[in-house]
């Protein structure tokens, strides 16, 4: 729907989805929901409705790409043909190229790919429905499936984006906040040393805006951080805790770090786990 | 984990052949049950109508644009209905991005035949201006998650989801441009068509494969009916053959099913 | 500084589990003194040893594991199998026989073909190239007969127990012969029907319940109530 010039996109201090410049858009995340991908996670946030998977880490075809001491990461965000105002044609645009590669450059520094070399991890990005800031919702939503996939990461990946609308620096733009609005910076950071993987800007902002804007953008995703970890964790609050089974001398000595000194050319993590005897 | 997703364990296989070969399946169905089926329409807001459908755990989306375009020459005044499926990798470790392949194309065309024939949208309803501007439906199919028997999930979906699309009102000016008001009105339906896909395994016919049980699939054929039990589109699909008599059974079970699903499934959504 | 996490709490990748004194073990990793999880997992230590235990990931080859490989090609004088790992393992032919096989004239399809599946154990595995097996110990070879079910790798330990005393309180309640895969599948095969779908059943309980407390219990328990009506309709 296309609003006349004369609406104000903020009215008092309140925008058009009765949001305040400061509050997020409702956010719900769902882990695990499809049955073939090794990872899945389906969030909602506002009205976007993103689907996320994650198969790997798996044999890498073309074998060429392959590489010799990681996994090789492939990411695919496409948007469907209905998620959009238009409809979509559902070959792969520009802009989708563009978002698959920067998300992929947001996720890939969290993922420990020396675990798995020659192996190949594939994340796909489904837009279901799109209402702005959708390369932030992905980053987020992959993150939780690459979680639950199990594949080791130094942190979770989280994304959330800040924007000047109406000369007032505003958290979480939807559609036609980034449309009509100045500027728009989503950010994706890995929330334990809010190291910053995605930052993207355009419109035209002072260097104090932008600043602001950042700030901003970075205490959204600390929020949205929370959320994630909910998800995650919720399947499991139920149960309760069984000591280990053994407590053999051989524990495994070998973490994930990548540059452990047990790690040579032999994958050398103890073969036994700790709350495994052998047959 | 690895390339072998079409490669079942042999001794699988054996046993799943002989549940079938004394009528059974090993999730305990009958031959001619259909795994649970979850119906959530209208799931993508922005869409004209949609759907989310789930026949176990097979997935699929369907989203309605509605859009306006130009008619085709030789119907100048009916509306247009094209289908399309995505075969999206989310959905399966063996799909691949990538364009529309032979498998993707064979199920748009199948589920475009079961609608079109059956008229189930009625295309006469969706002229604006005759020779000039008409309504255009896109339906699009997205598999979300496969374990067997897209063709009858995407059916299903793309007719809930038609069941829930809405037209925008609208006028016409004197220039000829369309003009939406915020009335809405449903999209004219005449037929609700279901299809039934009838797969052939070791002599036996059953419905609703489950992955698994596709792998063994000696041939299939997806039948198409209308309200009225009349039959709008059949595909024979796969390698196999069919005896005469095969195609006749498979067509009373198709029939007898689509009846059972549009009234106990679709019931709701009339 | 010194930091433990308390135990049995559920974490998530990047949390900070530890500081000080302390091992990396499995699922962590480690920069200076602190060890941060790597996976969404349950804490746990023991000693100075921290470790997150897993509650989903695929299986990852240790040699002398003993797996339950499917073939899905072949080439002149291997197999390819697939054992539910990030890398296909190969099968060759001087680790299945003791004596020189030629493939130019021996047909390999005869011994594996396509479909079969083979209890194998891991017999090497590095970064450099993919696990290869070995079927030349006794008791290894092609499976012609039994059922086949699936458990998230993870938790396969739970189903062996502590020296074994889970499993083989299983197999003895239930009268079927249970050979478990590391890599999460498992052979079952009885005299009865009955007896074979009760032990299927108590291995589908203890993976939903792998990390709960007093799951020994519950499945002494279960065995005992599900035999019971057994009898009663024999």
């Given at each position: ?19 305040q ?9 769902e ?24 198969y ?155 600043r ?12 949205v ?25 051989e ?29 | ?35 649970p ?15 989310w ?10 989203g ?18 094209t ?43 969706l ?9 255009i ?105 069919f ?28 | ?46 000693g ?81 190239r ?37 499993i ?67």
């Amino acid at each position: 729907m296309t609003k006349t010039n004369s609406e104000a996109l903020i009215t008092n201090g309140i925008r058009t989805d009765q949001r305040q410049i400061t509050d997020l858009r409702n956010i719900e995340i769902e882990v695990g929901l499809l049955d073939k991908a090794n990872g899945s996670a389906y969030l909602i946030w506002g009205k976007n409705k993103i689907l996320a998977a994650v198969y790997g880490p798996r044999e890498v075809h073309p074998r060429h790409l392959a590489k010799p001491d990681r996994a090789f990461i492939r990411c695919r965000y496409h948007m469907a043909p209905f998620s959009t105002d238009e409809r979509k044609h559902p070959a792969p645009s520009r802009r989708e190229v563009e978002l698959s590669k920067v998300i992929r450059m947001a996720l890939e520094p969290a993922i420990l790919t020396d675990l798995f070399p020659r192996t190949g991890i594939d994340i796909f990005i489904e837009v279901l429905q799109s209402d702005g800031g959708t390369r932030c919702a992905s980053i987020t939503a992959a993150a939780v499936a690459l979680a639950d996939a199990g594949i080791p990461l130094r942190d979770l990946v989280v994304g959330c984006a800040a924007g000047k609308i109406e000369g007032q620096i505003v958290l979480d733009l939807n559609d036609v906040e980034d449309q009509k609005g100045d500027a728009d910076v989503p950010i994706a950071i890995m929330p334990r040393t809010g190291a910053i993987s995605l930052l993207q800007m355009d419109g035209l902002l002072t260097q104090d805006e932008f600043r602001q804007a950042l700030d901003l953008a970075i205490q959204g995703c600390m929020t949205v951080y929370d959320i994630q970890k909910e998800a995650l964790t919720k399947k499991y609050i139920q149960l309760e805790i069984t000591p280990p089974a053994s407590d053999t001398p051989e524990e495994p000595v070998t973490s994930d770090t990548p540059d452990a000194p047990d790690t040579l050319d032999t994958l050398k993590e103890s073969s036994k786990n700790e709350e495994e005897v052998s047959e | 984990m690895s390339e072998s997703h079409d490669v079942i364990a042999n001794i699988r296989q054996r046993r799943i052949l002989d549940h079938i070969r004394q009528d059974q399946r090993i999730d305990g169905r009958g031959l001619l049950d259909y795994r649970p089926i979850q119906v959530n329409p209208g799931i993508i807001g922005k869409a004209s109508g949609s759907a989310w459908v789930s026949i176990g755990k097979t997935k699929v989306l369907v989203g309605i644009k509605v859009e306006t375009g130009t008619p085709y020459s030789d119907k100048p005044d009916a509306g247009v209905l094209t289908v399309n499926a995505e075969l999206v990798p989310i959905a399966s470790p063996s799909f691949e991005p990538g364009p529309p392949n032979e498998d993707s194309v064979e199920l748009a065309r199948v589920i475009d035949r079961g609608l079109r024939e059956s008229q189930a949208v009625d295309l006469t309803k969706l002229c604006i201006i005759p020779g000039k501007l008409v309504f255009i439906v896109f339906v699009d199919i997205y598999i979300l998650d496969h374990d067997g028997n897209l063709f009858d999930t995407a059916a299903l979906a793309a007719i809930v989801a038609l069941m829930n699309t809405t037209l925008r009102g609208y006028t016409v000016s004197e220039d000829g441009t369309i003009q939406y008001t915020d009335a809405t009105s449903p999209l004219p339906l005449r037929n609700i068509p279901v299809e039934v896909t009838v797969v052939k395994i070791g002599e036996k016919l059953l419905l609703d494969p489950t992955i698994e049980e596709e792998a063994l699939i000696d041939t299939q054929i997806t039948i198409a009916t209308g309200d009225d039990h009349e039959v709008c589109a059949i595909q024979k699909s796969r390698v196999g053959t069919f005896t005469l008599d095969e195609v006749l059974q498979a067509m009373e079970i198709a029939k007898n099913k689509a009846d059972d699903i549009r009234t106990n499934v679709l019931g709701a959504y009339r | 500084m010194t930091y433990l996490i308390e135990s049995r709490k559920i974490v998530v990748p990047g949390e900070l589990l530890a500081e000080g004194d302390y091992r990396a073990g499995r699922h962590t990793y480690q920069e200076d003194t602190k060890i941060y999880a790597s996976i969404v997992g349950l804490s746990n230590h023991v000693g100075r040893n921290v470790y997150v235990v897993a509650l989903k990931g695929c299986y990852f080859p240790q040699i002398g594991d003993l797996v339950i490989g499917k073939i899905i090609d072949m080439r002149l004088g291997s197999w390819v199998a697939d054992i539910n790992a990030p890398y296909t393992a190969n099968l060759f032919a001087s680790d299945v026989f003791d004596r020189p096989f030629n493939s130019r004239k021996e047909d390999m399809t005869r011994i594996f073909n396509i479909g079969d599946l083979v209890l194998a154990k891991v017999k090497s595995f590095d970064r450099t190239r993919d696990p290869s097996l070995t079927t030349r110990e006794s008791g290894l070879g092609r499976i012609v007969h039994g059922r086949i079910i699936a458990m998230t790798p993870t938790k396969i330990p739970r189903l062996i127990g502590r020296q074994g005393s889970m499993i083989n309180s299983i197999k003895r309640e239930t009268s079927t012969n249970i050979t478990i895969g590391q890599n999460g599948l498992i052979l079952i095969s009885g005299k009865r029907l009955a007896y074979e779908n009760l032990a299927i059943k108590v291995i589908d309980l203890i993976e939903a319940e792998a990390h709960t407390s007093g799951l020994t219990e519950r499945v002494t328990k279960f065995i005992k109530e599900e035999k019971s009506v057994l009898n009663d309709q024999n």
